[in-house]
């Protein structure tokens, strides 16, 4: 699992910045979406 794990990131080092930073922006967005109706 863990050498599986360790292809994959070894594979795709040119994306996993752009990845993160998507990643990032959803937990943002959906933090942002489930705290909204508290200021109604």
Same mark, same amino acid.
């Given at each position: 699992?863990?050498?599986?794990?360790?292809?994959?990131?070894?594979?795709?080092?040119?994306?996993?910045?752009?990845?993160?930073?998507?990643? %990032? #922006? /959803?937990?943002?967005?959906? =933090? %942002? #979406? /489930?705290?909204?109706?508290? =200021?109604?």
């Amino acid at each position: 699992m863990a050498k599986e794990i360790k292809s994959v990131i070894v594979r795709s080092s040119d994306t996993i910045i752009a990845d993160a930073l998507g990643m %990032a #922006a /959803l937990v943002v967005m959906m =933090f %942002a #979406a /489930l705290s909204l109706p508290n =200021f109604f």
